[in-house]
């Protein structure tokens, strides 16, 4: 009986360090994507050309793709563009905690991270996860 108990602590331990780093990651995460779009948004704007920003994106995505991996098609270059002008403070974004009420089981950084790594799918796989998990 007394070993049930140990079990279920240190199962316990783990799982909320689990879900700590997975928070974490997915904060700095939302926060190196931001800064990517900004950064990339402030080049542009540097050059004052719409079409600079297409030579841009074309010419760092498949650099970034090779040394990063997928996260840095072009798609995902400019929905980091478009995140990075949308919240132009990502820090109060990538801090907030709350689950979503339509989500019970993603964060807002969560989610952000899936709509700019361009996985939409990975929220039902999450969701799908949960909810086996809790059964």
């Not at 478009?82 to 969560?110: D, G, M, W």
Request: hydrophobic content about 40%; glycine content about 6%; proline content about 6%.
């Amino acid at each position: 009986m007394h070993g049930t108990v140990l079990l279920t602590e240190l199962q316990a331990l783990i799982r909320g360090a689990r879900e700590q780093l997975a928070r974490a990651v997915n904060s700095v995460l939302v926060l190196v994507y931001c800064r990517v779009g900004s950064r990339i948004q402030t080049e542009i704007l540097k050059n004052d050309r719409a079409e600079y920003g297409d030579q841009i994106v074309a010419t760092v995505s498949p650099q970034l793709t090779a040394e990063f991996g997928s996260g840095f098609t072009p798609s995902a270059l400019w929905r980091m563009i478009r995140f990075a002008t949308s919240f132009p403070n990502p820090e109060i974004v990538a801090a907030h905690p709350t689950k979503l009420s339509h989500s019970p089981c993603l964060s807002l950084p969560q989610l952000i991270q899936l709509y700019i790594t361009g996985h939409p799918s990975s929220i039902f796989d999450k969701l799908t996860l949960r909810i086996e998990q809790t059964q």
